[in-house]
């Protein structure tokens, strides 16, 4: 009787290329990505954030329809002539920071925190996983939805304003637009996905971290009203106020007053009223734009402390049972 062999002859080894893997950090950010666009909270504050966009076509369709019975034929609208039309994109930006709040927390707040309770950190960091593509690839994961989410209705609404409203200065007002709205739109996703790790890196609960950069936010909020509400005391905002021009850029310290200000900077703008032509010609509301010596090194400065903050902080913890 003869004996059948143990071992599976059908089993062949490899014997293909060895390569060492590569973009270990991109494995990290698509699985962070592929988690946030799970959630239903992340497609309904997206949409939300773009609702200032939405109230300026309305307010641009009826100006359209409202003027032409009584606008002159082969005039143009008067309405559309005064517009400034890079403010209506920093009033846009400004009035979403909020809602990239929310996004944030969303997205990052538990990023770290949630794998250091779960003790996953041991696994990440196995060979051939390092500590930076974990790092590259947990801030990724975070940079690149929110920086989509600020991107699409910006560019959205400049190629509708671009096709609509040439014939009024869109494009001659400022050729050079498009680039500072592409810098603009990766302010949020730069700067909270730089500041969510360093917070989410301290505790072992995302809800803690959550609560901990919330009240950041809404500490500086309250600090920045507290300047606005000096500068307007002293008189009209804008050039004329009386206040000292350190109030002026302590209205800027906040997490959504730096990335206001950088925008500013970017747009080469002080900003002007919430709704076009709201305010008689000649009356600004708005507080001039912040220096751009002090201020840009500062909003990177305070993002590398916060990835520093989380780099020292992300370390693999084994258990022994």
Known sequence: MASSPIADL???????????????????????????????????????????????????YFAETTATATTALGQGNPFFKNIVWKDQFLNAFSVSQLFMLILALLLGAGTIANDNRANALLVYLSKPCSKLDYVIGKWLGIFVPLTL??????????????????????????PWLILRLLGMVMLPGFFHASATLGVSSLFQQGRLAG??????????????????????????????????????????????????????????????????????????????????????????????????????RIRAVEVVG
């Open 10 to 60: 059908t089993y062949r080894n490899y014997d293909g290329p060895l390569d060492p893997p590569v973009n270990r950090w991109w494995a990290i950010a698509k699985m962070s990505m592929r988690l946030s666009t799970k959630k239903k909270g992340f497609w309904v504050w997206a949409s939300l954030s773009t609702f200032w966009y939405l109230i300026l076509l309305a307010v641009f």
């Open 149 to 174: 989410v600020a991107a699409v209705p910006t560019l959205l609404f400049y190629v509708y304003c671009l096709l609509s409203y040439r014939s009024y200065g869109f494009l001659t007002q400022d």
């Open 211 to 312: 609560a901990t950069y919330s009240a950041l936010y809404f500490f500086g909020l309250f600090f920045t009203k507290a300047m606005q509400t000096v500068i307007f005391v002293n008189g009209p905002m804008g050039g004329e106020s009386t206040a000292p021009p350190i109030v002026k850029s302590l209205y800027y310290c906040s997490i959504d007053g730096i990335q206001i200000g950088l925008a500013k900077i970017f747009l080469h703008t002080d900003g002007s009223q919430l709704f076009p032509g709201s305010m008689p010609v000649g009356v600004r509301f708005a507080i001039e734009a912040p220096s751009a010596v002090v201020f840009v090194p500062a909003f990177f400065g305070i993002c590398g402390v916060f990835m520093l903050l989380a780099w020292s």
